[in-house]
Every structure is written in structure tokens, then in C-alpha cells.
């Protein structure tokens, strides 16, 4: 059974920084690939980065070069630095396994706010 909290949402001023993270049981870090996501009101759930079991990360253009996923063996997280956010940043994200379907997936955690807003 998987199950996937996410943690680390809040109010942040435009060009300020968050750190989200996901706590995971259920998952093996070291094989499943991962995957933050977001959810803008009035708007289709969008993956945002990826992590692989080997460690590869991907981005999605609108986030390149500010934000990081990485994972943390230690504490079975995976984790999402965001930096120099923007107001568009604002979204409910989530955590989740990645695979080239998630848009099917039909399980997904209360996910944690962020607001990006002067």
C-alpha cells in the first residue's frame, strides 16, 4: 500500500523559496521513479519533476534551473526545492509515482498549498 504525504506548503513572496517535502511508505526510492506535480485552480493537474530509482532528474520547462527534486534514503522522502518563485508557481502540489500514464493514476494525497503573492 502506497501512501504519500506532502508536507512544506505556504505563503512565500515572489522570488523567495520553499522546500516541499513528500514522506513515502510503500515505495522503493532506489526503483521507483517519482514525480511532483501541481494543480493551479481551473487547471489540469501538470508534472513538474521527476526522479528516477537511478537517480535522473527532469524538469518542466517552466521550472528549470529553479527548481530540485532530489530523495533522502534516510528519512524516505522526496523532496522539492523551489527557488525564485513566481506567482504562477502558486498551485496545490503533490508527490506520486511517475509513469508515462500518471495522468490515470486515480490515488493522490490532500497535497500541500503553495501561494506565491506580494
Known amino acids: 500500500q502506497v501512501q504519500l504525504v506532502e508536507s512544506g506548503g505556504g505563503l512565500v513572496q515572489p522570488g523567495g523559496s520553499l522546500r516541499l517535502s513528500c514522506a513515502a511508505s510503500?515505495?522503493?526510492?532506489?526503483?521507483?521513479?517519482m514525480g511532483w506535480y501541481r494543480q493551479a485552480p481551473g487547471m489540469q493537474r501538470e508534472l513538474v519533476a521527476i526522479?528516477?530509482?537511478?537517480?535522473?532528474?527532469n524538469y518542466a520547462d517552466s521550472v528549470k534551473g529553479r527548481f530540485t527534486i532530489s530523495k533522502d534514503y534516510a528519512k524516505i522522502t522526496v523532496d522539492l526545492q523551489m527557488n525564485k518563485l513566481k506567482p504562477e508557481d502558486t498551485a496545490v502540489y503533490y508527490c506520486n509515482k511517475y509513469t508515462y500514464d500518471w495522468r490515470s493514476f486515480a490515488s493522490w494525497g490532500q497535497g500541500t498549498q503553495v501561494t506565491v503573492s506580494s
Open positions: 510503500g515505495i522503493i526510492l532506489s526503483i521507483d521513479n
Open positions: 526522479i528516477t530509482g537511478g537517480g535522473n532528474t
